[in-house]
């Protein structure tokens, strides 16, 4: 009998059966009443998140459909859950600008929000793909859906650029995955990541074939997180995007990108860690030079942005990397629940601070104008006090300065770090930490202390002003009170570590 448990899949059944919905319905809507279709994605978010909940506090671990291919675990549903807060909280900052530059508008008005919803079907699936096949649909739906999203301006051709540049990279970096896939496949002879496992546990499988697939497949997955030297659309894309496209390409696809490496290379090949840390610690450490030096000398505050995202992504790999310690060929695991949920830790503080970010720099926009260099956010203080507030203490938790969320994420990834007697890439981290903070504190130095030279009056609807102050102060309340978001990412990486 098939295994199928369909009920663990219902988050994801009920949102494609609500995407699909969504866009039938706003085939008949007018522009005047687009606000319906906004409303309707919000309330399949939130019954997304209902259902996912309700999988979460059970804390068990379950599995769908023939062969395992689908899995519920604790790690999922809390990823799954921080992913629709994080859908939901674009799709509130983008309204207005997406209207202001007709992305609301016509026949395809709706394309956006529809779009938005199906980028993130894709991420539940990665999320919780326990089989290559199923990891791989999962990442081709969130990249079509993210592909058409850059291009949704379709008269604006520095977006449509952006959009050719992402699709002629994403689908070569696809390409290096797929092929990796396809080599492991033909070693172990399953799909399946348990029998891969256990495939590598044998000792049955050439080495030689096995080594060749982690490698092409550590290169799709860091294409994906934007890990140099596989970085080279971040800047180009972040910054040639509609900044609430940005928005989305920049915030929950890094939690699943985050669980597809867990379940890859943790899950599926953790006897060849020896082989892939050492990849990573070379990402790692590529990531947080070029990604700190080069975004010193960025004047576009979007493309300052990306080089950050780069460097951020090179930390969160070091806590991926310090899970397991390899000597004489044994692979000491007693840091592996520490240095993931670290990991995990920091991927959902990045993604807050980001929605914060590109939030205030989307507030900053109005029709016609578009705040995307440095000297867009001079005299920000004279404008708006709170929202330079805000921003300011989004860009000390970037820099890494204390009691702000981004600090307590860094050292939870430098004590993991350490434990596994790596110093010398702590040391390197914080060095690169201390060059990345001139160029994050240089945006609260033109904020506070210069001229402001376009006085016009901040306009921002209620639901914004409310989400970006709580998303600013959730910055503050995490670094001060960090335990219960950390022992959630603990519990839910011990019990899915435990299957």
Same mark, same amino acid.
């Given at each position: 009998?098939?295994?199928?448990?369909?009920?663990?899949?219902?988050?994801?059944?009920?949102?494609?059966?609500?995407?699909?919905?969504?866009?039938?319905?706003?085939?008949?809507?007018?522009?005047?009443?687009?606000?319906?279709?906004?409303?309707? !994605?919000?309330?399949? %978010?939130?019954?997304?998140?209902?259902?996912?909940? =309700?999988?979460?506090?059970?804390?068990? #671990?379950?599995?769908?459909?023939?062969? @395992?291919?689908?899995?519920?675990?604790?790690?999922?549903?809390?990823?799954?859950?921080?992913?629709?807060?994080?859908?939901?909280? #674009?799709?509130?900052?983008?309204?207005?600008?997406?209207?202001?530059?007709?992305?609301?508008?016509?026949?395809?008005?709706?394309?956006?929000?529809?779009?938005?919803?199906?980028?993130?079907?894709?991420?539940?699936?990665?999320? !919780?793909? @326990?089989?290559?096949?199923?990891?791989?649909? /999962?990442?081709?739906?969130?990249?079509?859906?993210?592909?058409?999203?850059v291009a949704l301006r379709r008269n604006h051709s520095v977006s449509t650029e952006a959009a050719m540049k992402y699709f002629i990279l994403g689908a070569l970096a696809s390409g290096f995955l797929l092929y990796g896939m396809s080599l492991l496949y033909g070693a172990a002879g399953s799909l399946d990541l348990a029998e891969v496992y256990k495939a590598a546990s044998s000792g049955t499988v050439k080495p030689l074939i096995f080594n060749c697939g982690i490698v092409f497949l550590v290169a799709g997955l860091a294409?994906?997180?934007?890990?140099?030297?596989?970085?080279?659309?971040?800047?180009?894309?972040?910054?040639? +995007?509609?900044?609430?496209?940005?928005?989305?390409?920049?915030? +929950?696809?890094?939690?699943? +990108?985050?669980?597809?490496?867990?379940?890859?290379?943790?899950? =599926?090949?953790?006897?060849?860690?020896?082989?892939?840390?050492?990849?990573?610690?070379?990402?790692?450490?590529?990531?947080?030079?070029? /990604?700190?030096?080069? &975004?010193?000398?960025? #004047?576009?505050?979007?493309?300052?942005? &990306?080089?950050? #995202?780069?460097?951020?992504? =090179?930390?969160?790999? %070091? /806590?991926?990397?310090? /899970?397991?310690?390899v000597s004489d060929s044994h692979i000491d695991t007693h840091n592996v629940v520490e240095a993931y949920s670290a990991s995990m830790f920091y991927s959902i503080t990045y993604v807050l601070t980001t929605l914060g970010t590109f939030g205030v720099i989307i507030l900053l926009s109005r029709a016609g104008f578009e705040a995307e260099t440095i000297d867009d956010l001079k005299g920000l203080n004279q404008r708006s006090p709170w929202f330079a507030l805000v921003m300011g203490l989004l860009m000390f938790s970037l820099?890494?300065?204390?009691?702000?969320?981004?600090?307590? &994420?860094?050292?939870?990834?430098?004590?993991?770090?350490?434990?596994?007697?790596?110093?010398?890439?702590?040391?390197?981290?914080?060095?690169?930490?201390?060059?990345? +903070?001139?160029?994050?504190?240089?945006?609260?130095?033109?904020?506070?202390?210069?001229?402001?030279?376009?006085?016009?009056?901040?306009?921002? !609807?209620?639901?914004?002003?409310?989400?970006?102050?709580? @998303?600013?102060?959730?910055?503050?309340?995490?670094?001060? %009170?960090?335990?219960?978001?950390?022992?959630?990412? !603990?519990?839910?990486?011990?019990?899915?570590?435990?299957?």
């Open positions: 009998m098939m295994n199928m448990n369909l009920n663990l899949a219902f988050p994801e059944i009920f949102l494609v059966i609500a995407a699909s919905a969504i866009l039938l319905i706003d085939m008949f809507v007018s522009d005047a009443k687009r606000y319906y279709t906004y409303v309707l !994605s919000l309330a399949a %978010l939130v019954v997304c998140a209902l259902l996912t909940w =309700g999988q979460f506090s059970s804390g068990a #671990t379950a599995y769908a459909f023939s062969g @395992n291919m689908f899995v519920s675990d604790p790690m999922a549903n809390l990823l799954k859950l921080f992913s629709y807060l994080a859908v939901g909280v #674009t799709l509130i900052y983008s309204r207005k600008y997406a209207t202001d530059r007709g992305m609301l508008t016509g026949a395809q008005g709706g394309e956006f929000y529809v779009l938005a919803l199906f980028s993130l079907l894709g991420q539940m699936v990665m999320i !919780s793909g @326990n089989n290559f096949l199923v990891i791989y649909l /999962g990442l081709e739906l969130m990249s079509l859906a993210l592909y058409a999203l294409f994906k997180l934007g890990a140099v030297p596989f970085h080279m659309w971040v800047p180009d894309v972040y910054q040639g +995007a509609p900044t609430g496209v940005t928005l989305i390409l920049g915030g +929950a696809p890094k939690l699943a +990108a985050f669980a597809i490496m867990i379940r890859l290379l943790v899950q =599926g090949l953790l006897l060849q860690a020896g082989e892939w840390q050492q990849m990573l610690v070379v990402l790692a450490v590529l990531s947080m030079a070029v /990604g700190n030096i080069a &975004a010193i000398a960025q #004047t576009n505050l979007k493309r300052m942005l &990306a080089y950050s #995202t780069i460097a951020q992504m =090179g930390f969160m790999l %070091l /806590g991926l990397l310090s /899970g397991t310690f820099a890494g300065i204390p009691p702000l969320m981004g600090f307590y &994420a860094k050292f939870a990834v430098l004590s993991s770090v350490i434990e596994v007697h790596q110093v010398w890439l702590a040391v390197a981290a914080v060095l690169f930490s201390l060059v990345g +903070a001139y160029y994050y504190l240089r945006v609260v130095k033109v904020m506070y202390f210069d001229e402001a030279t376009d006085k016009s009056k901040i306009t921002v !609807s209620p639901d914004m002003a409310v989400v970006l102050s709580l @998303n600013g102060l959730a910055a503050l309340v995490l670094g001060v %009170l960090p335990s219960p978001l950390m022992s959630a990412c !603990s519990a839910a990486i011990a019990k899915s570590l435990a299957q």
